[in-house]
Nanobody
Framework: VQLQASGGGMVQSGGSLRLSCAASGSRFRINDMNWHRQAPGKQRELVAGITSGGSTNYADSVKGRFTISRDNAKNTVYLQMNNLKPEDTAVYYC??????????????WGQGTLVTVSS
C-alpha cells in the first residue's frame, strides 16, 4: 500500500488550501486515515483524523478552520484548510492504517507536502 499526497503550496494568511492523499495498491482495506504536520524545529503532530465510518477528530489549534473528509470508493482523504495562519506552515503528512486479506495489519505514510503561509 502506498500513499500519494498533493495540494500543498504557498498562500497568504487567511487563505485556503485543500490537501489530498490517495492510497494505492492491491487487496487492502483502509481503516483510519490521519493528517500530521511537522513545522521546522518542532515535533510532528497529529492535525486531524477520520475513521472508516466517518468519525473525525482535530487538534485544538485547527478546530473550526480545518475539515477532514474521505472518499472510501477512491481510498482518498482530504484536508480542507481555511483561514490559514503563518503558524500552520509545515510539511503535512498523510497516514493510513490498513488491513489485507492475509491478514496483515499495517500503517503507511505519504511523502509529505509543504504548506507555507505568509503573513
Amino acid at each position: 500500500v502506498q500513499l500519494q499526497a498533493s495540494g500543498g503550496g504557498m498562500v497568504q494568511s487567511g487563505g485556503s488550501l485543500r490537501l489530498s492523499c490517495a492510497a494505492s495498491g492491491s487487496r487492502f482495506r483502509i481503516n483510519d486515515m490521519n493528517w500530521h504536520r511537522q513545522a521546522p524545529g518542532k515535533q510532528r503532530e497529529l492535525v486531524a483524523g477520520i475513521t472508516s465510518g466517518g468519525s473525525t477528530n482535530y487538534a485544538d489549534s485547527v478546530k473550526g478552520r480545518f475539515t477532514i473528509s474521505r472518499d472510501n470508493a477512491k481510498n482518498t482523504v482530504y484536508l480542507q484548510m481555511n483561514n490559514l495562519k503563518p503558524e500552520d506552515t509545515a510539511v503535512y503528512y498523510c497516514e493510513a492504517d490498513y488491513t489485507t486479506p492475509d491478514p496483515v495489519v499495517g500503517r503507511v505514510w505519504g511523502q509529505g507536502t509543504l504548506v507555507t503561509v505568509s503573513s
